[in-house]
């Protein structure tokens, strides 16, 4: 499955010089599906020496050049999307709509940041000294390395890798362990589209043969990494050592406000398939539901119903709604979660249990818990499963206060009919994105991104590219 890949240095596909190898296991059959080489020191040390020289070559092309190998990048992506998709949903065991969604929304990357380099514009300020004139100027960061999390092994990567391309910079992917093909996928697509040897380099290994070397070295000008605010506040002390710049995409506990003249049954068809999308192993999926005393046992009642109605299985089978957690680590997590609820009075609606007929795999049953209260861990953290805890409120100054409440700000949601109530919520929600009456936020036009501990900077948009740019300001006088 790996075969044609390993680690990408130099522009060349190769092994490790150790021989060593990280096995790939199924989240759908808890097997092994592959194994790809494991990076020691060594390669990591040569993917920044490699990334030092590429980046040489990379940042004197001028942004009318670096466009057109970005959107070359693109096309190659389009022309193994189902390769992709397949990767996505193997490696993941997300269902195939849902990996060919994140296929293009990866590829869209590279298309909108292969504009944006094109529009790399400073500006000129007027000067008070005669004759004199302020120039601004932007000049790519320098070598970055990113780090991105198993549960978008798509647009994750993609969202770093093109805005940092599109700037100028050179970069060193280190995708998670859990789902590196697709990570490689991308890259070779990056390779086939003819950038500089080094412009790009992927690691794949354990932390102190990976991590530690791009953390320590001051070639590294700057980290960026999607994953837990536990691990975003760890780098954030290791990068202070060499003073790097951080893009920090961390965790989330999205709130949902379901006000009284919402609109019920839109509101329950768009919320239910968007918690557990990819088995709710997504950060900006709603995890707190806040639902108005008038309309809570309704929509409970209806989010069962269709919690209760989807098909679970292996993500490559046609009609597959939902499919396993990615780890059983991760489903033994999840299940603690509900655990707690429970014992401590949250009523079980539906799910809360490991579904029949599926002995193998991380599977867990689309899960909804009633009668939820904020000091409870479902509420409190972040689950990072398929489990919808629903709480009523009366009134909305206690539903912002409840909502806000948490330090995590990365997303939140309301559903409302009222155009009052809809900038009423965007004004009171403390959140870097807010959906009213919609999940959709993930759009490479989109800057994405948190306030609080769900961490700083921003990715798509035309925020994103201005993370890789330092500013350059010069005072000519004739």
């Given at each position: 499955m790996y075969e044609a890949f390993g680690l990408f240095l130099d522009g060349e596909w190769r092994r490790a010089s150790s021989g060593g190898v990280l096995e790939v296991e199924s989240p759908v059959t808890g097997r092994a599906v592959g194994a790809v080489p494991a990076a020691g020191v060594a390669e990591t040390e040569e993917a920044i020496g490699?990334?030092?020289r590429g980046l040489a070559g990379w940042r004197a092309r001028t942004g009318w050049e670096r466009a057109d190998a970005l959107h070359a990048a693109a096309d190659a992506m389009r022309g193994r999307a189902e390769d992709g998709a397949r990767m996505i949903a193997t490696e993941t065991g997300k269902p195939l709509a849902q990996a060919r969604r994140e296929w293009a929304l990866a590829?869209?990357?590279?298309?909108?940041?292969?504009?944006?380099?094109?529009?790399?514009?400073?500006?000129?300020?007027?000067?008070?000294?005669?004759?004199g004139r302020f120039e601004v100027l932007h000049a790519p960061v320098g070598i970055c390395a990113a780090f991105?999390?198993?549960?978008?092994?798509?647009?994750?990567?993609?969202?770093?890798?093109?805005?940092?391309?599109?700037?100028g910079c050179a970069v060193i992917l280190r995708p998670s362990s859990q789902t590196p093909g697709t990570a490689m996928l991308i890259v070779d697509c990056l390779r086939a589209a003819g950038l500089p040897a080094g412009a790009v380099g992927l690691v794949v290994g354990p932390t102190e043969a990976t991590y530690r070397p791009l953390m320590d070295a001051e070639a590294v000008r700057k980290v960026s990494l999607t994953g837990s605010t536990r691990v975003g506040q760890a780098m954030i002390r290791d990068a202070a050592a060499t003073l790097k710049r951080v893009s920090m995409e961390l965790g989330g506990n999205a709130p949902l406000i379901v006000f009284e003249d919402?609109?019920?049954e839109a509101a329950l068809d768009a919320a239910v398939p968007t918690k557990y999308a990819n088995a709710g192993q997504v950060c900006v999926t709603p995890d707190r539901f806040y639902v108005h005393e008038?309309?809570?046992?309704?929509?409970?009642?209806?989010?069962?119903?269709?919690a209760s109605a989807l098909r679970l299985g292996d993500g490559l089978d046609e009609g597959v709604a939902m499919g396993p957690l990615i780890s059983a680590d991760r489903r033994e997590a999840v299940a603690g979660v509900v655990e707690d609820a429970v014992a401590q009075g949250a009523r079980l609606v539906a799910g809360g249990v490991r579904p029949r007929g599926f002995n193998a795999g991380h599977f867990?049953?689309?899960?909804?818990?009633?009668?939820?209260?904020?000091?409870?861990?479902?509420?409190?953290e972040e689950n990072f499963g398929p489990v919808a805890a629903i709480a009523r409120f009366a009134a909305p100054e206690e539903a912002y206060g409840r909502a806000n409440a948490s330090p995590l700000g990365l997303s939140a949601y309301a559903f409302t009919r009222s155009a009052r109530r809809a900038r009423e919520a965007v004004a009171e929600l403390r959140a870097g994105m807010v959906g009213v009456n919609s999940f959709a936020l993930a759009a490479a036009e989109a800057p994405f991104g948190g306030v609080g501990h769900s961490g700083m900077g921003r990715e798509g948009g035309i925020e994103a590219i201005r993370d890789y740019l330092d500013v350059k300001l010069v005072q000519t006088v004739m």
């Amino acid at each position: 499955m790996y075969e044609a890949f390993g680690l990408f240095l130099d522009g060349e596909w190769r092994r490790a010089s150790s021989g060593g190898v990280l096995e790939v296991e199924s989240p759908v059959t808890g097997r092994a599906v592959g194994a790809v080489p494991a990076a020691g020191v060594a390669e990591t040390e040569e993917a920044i020496g490699a990334a030092g020289r590429g980046l040489a070559g990379w940042r004197a092309r001028t942004g009318w050049e670096r466009a057109d190998a970005l959107h070359a990048a693109a096309d190659a992506m389009r022309g193994r999307a189902e390769d992709g998709a397949r990767m996505i949903a193997t490696e993941t065991g997300k269902p195939l709509a849902q990996a060919r969604r994140e296929w293009a929304l990866a590829t869209d990357q590279f298309r909108w940041h292969a504009e944006e380099a094109r529009r790399l514009y400073g500006r000129v300020v007027e000067s008070r000294v005669p004759g004199g004139r302020f120039e601004v100027l932007h000049a790519p960061v320098g070598i970055c390395a990113a780090f991105t999390a198993w549960n978008f092994p798509a647009a994750l990567p993609a969202r770093k890798l093109a805005p940092a391309l599109a700037a100028g910079c050179a970069v060193i992917l280190r995708p998670s362990s859990q789902t590196p093909g697709t990570a490689m996928l991308i890259v070779d697509c990056l390779r086939a589209a003819g950038l500089p040897a080094g412009a790009v380099g992927l690691v794949v290994g354990p932390t102190e043969a990976t991590y530690r070397p791009l953390m320590d070295a001051e070639a590294v000008r700057k980290v960026s990494l999607t994953g837990s605010t536990r691990v975003g506040q760890a780098m954030i002390r290791d990068a202070a050592a060499t003073l790097k710049r951080v893009s920090m995409e961390l965790g989330g506990n999205a709130p949902l406000i379901v006000f009284e003249d919402a609109d019920l049954e839109a509101a329950l068809d768009a919320a239910v398939p968007t918690k557990y999308a990819n088995a709710g192993q997504v950060c900006v999926t709603p995890d707190r539901f806040y639902v108005h005393e008038s309309l809570h046992d309704r929509f409970v009642e209806g989010f069962a119903a269709r919690a209760s109605a989807l098909r679970l299985g292996d993500g490559l089978d046609e009609g597959v709604a939902m499919g396993p957690l990615i780890s059983a680590d991760r489903r033994e997590a999840v299940a603690g979660v509900v655990e707690d609820a429970v014992a401590q009075g949250a009523r079980l609606v539906a799910g809360g249990v490991r579904p029949r007929g599926f002995n193998a795999g991380h599977f867990y049953e689309p899960t909804v818990l009633a009668e939820a209260r904020d000091d409870m861990r479902v509420m409190a953290e972040e689950n990072f499963g398929p489990v919808a805890a629903i709480a009523r409120f009366a009134a909305p100054e206690e539903a912002y206060g409840r909502a806000n409440a948490s330090p995590l700000g990365l997303s939140a949601y309301a559903f409302t009919r009222s155009a009052r109530r809809a900038r009423e919520a965007v004004a009171e929600l403390r959140a870097g994105m807010v959906g009213v009456n919609s999940f959709a936020l993930a759009a490479a036009e989109a800057p994405f991104g948190g306030v609080g501990h769900s961490g700083m900077g921003r990715e798509g948009g035309i925020e994103a590219i201005r993370d890789y740019l330092d500013v350059k300001l010069v005072q000519t006088v004739m």
